[in-house]
């Protein structure tokens, strides 16, 4: 996924949560219990791989444009009951 990982040396190694969902995709967007809160979170161990796209997608949702990924998937509001 990132090649130019393989030339980094390693000088420190730190461990922590992974958070996650249960449905295994991660939070991103307007956080409806909280008026003008957006989150991005909930990536797992896949934070660096889909950082890109996490950003796109909440910058555009931000901005009022339209995605050109569906924002649905991922929109915090599917894991209220």
Same mark, same amino acid.
């Given at each position: 996924?990132?090649?130019?990982?393989?030339?980094?040396?390693?000088?420190?190694?730190?461990?922590?949560?992974?958070?996650?969902?249960?449905?295994?995709?991660?939070?991103? &967007? #307007?956080? @409806?219990?909280? %008026?003008?809160?957006?989150? /991005?979170?909930g990536?797992e161990?896949?934070?660096?791989?889909?950082?890109?796209?996490?950003?796109?997608?909440?910058?555009?949702?931000?901005? &009022? #444009?339209? @995605?050109?990924? %569906?924002?649905?998937?991922? /929109?915090?509001?599917?894991?209220?009951?």
């Open positions: 996924y990132l090649p130019r990982l393989a030339e980094l040396q390693v000088i420190r190694v730190w461990t922590g949560f992974r958070p996650a969902t249960p449905d295994g995709l991660p939070l991103i &967007g #307007r956080w @409806p219990p909280v %008026d003008g809160l957006w989150i /991005a979170a990536h161990g896949l934070g660096i791989t889909l950082a890109l796209g996490t950003g796109r997608l909440l910058a555009d949702s931000i901005a &009022g #444009r339209q @995605p050109s990924l %569906d924002p649905a998937p991922f /929109a915090p509001a599917r894991l209220e009951s």
